[in-house]
């Protein structure tokens, strides 16, 4: 069973390119009731997908490509042109996946101030921290479900410079989106992006 899992966590790629075809629904519903396994802080289960597909999905892409210019700039200072040009295939009509999936959670945003104590702070932002915890848990099960089922996801944020917009439109106004997440199958099997090594820290007395 692990050698199985571990094919599926480490062959796990982020795709931008999609072929123009179809998820069976059964197969899309297969994945996303699978995912919703995630654990969830105090087992809230509090958060919500929205599948798009159709014309909806393209109005979408039409407000995902508005924020490359957001990106670009945060985009530049980290990689080189070729990443750039690549990283950016997903915001351009989901780099043609045919449906997209969009994680989220109640909007509560907490208000904080410099003067709160540690335990305020931590007491204010508590329920959004274990909400966007769990929607994340719920968002990785989704693209290795899908993974396993031979589709490609990319799982995006950049989006969000324009959640308002994209919340009008799809009828969310009163909550948080944590993930876009194009879904489809992939036209390309791009290389994996190596791994930092030394983040592990191992104390034993
Ligand atoms: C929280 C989060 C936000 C991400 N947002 C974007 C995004 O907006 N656009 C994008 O192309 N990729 C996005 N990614 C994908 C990462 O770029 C990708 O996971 C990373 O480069 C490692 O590549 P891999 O997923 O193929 O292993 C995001 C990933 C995470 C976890």
Redesign the pocket.
């Known amino acids: 069973m692990f050698d199985e899992l571990k094919k599926v966590m480490t062959g796990?790629?982020?795709?931008?390119k999609y072929l123009d075809r179809e998820i069976p629904r059964p197969v899309l519903e297969e994945v996303i009731e699978t995912a919703l396994w995630a654990p969830s802080g105090m087992n809230r289960q509090d958060w919500e997908i929205v599948v798009v597909s159709g014309k909806k999905r393209d109005d979408l892409a039409h407000l995902v490509a508005k924020?490359k210019k957001h990106?670009v700039p945060l985009l530049e200072k980290l990689f080189p042109e070729k990443i750039i040009k690549i990283?950016?295939?997903?915001?351009e009509n989901f780099g043609g996946a045919p449906t997209v999936l969009l994680v989220y959670v109640p909007r509560e945003i907490p208000r904080v101030d410099p003067d709160m104590s540690e335990m305020e702070l931590y007491h204010a932002e508590f329920k959004r921290f274990n909400r966007i915890l769990s929607a994340?848990a719920l968002?990785?099960n989704i693209?290795l479900a899908a993974h396993a089922k031979g589709l490609g996801t990319?799982?995006?944020?950049?989006?969000?410079y324009v959640e308002k917009e994209i919340n009008q439109l799809l009828g969310m106004e009163d909550k948080e989106l944590v993930?876009?997440i194009p879904i489809g199958y992939p036209s390309q099997s791009?290389p994996?992006?190596p791994?930092k090594p030394n983040v592990v820290k191992w104390l034993s007395e």
């Open positions: 796990r790629r982020s795709i931008r924020t990106v990283s950016l295939q997903v915001f994340s968002v990785q693209l990319c799982w995006m944020t950049g989006p969000k993930a876009i791009p994996a992006p791994r």
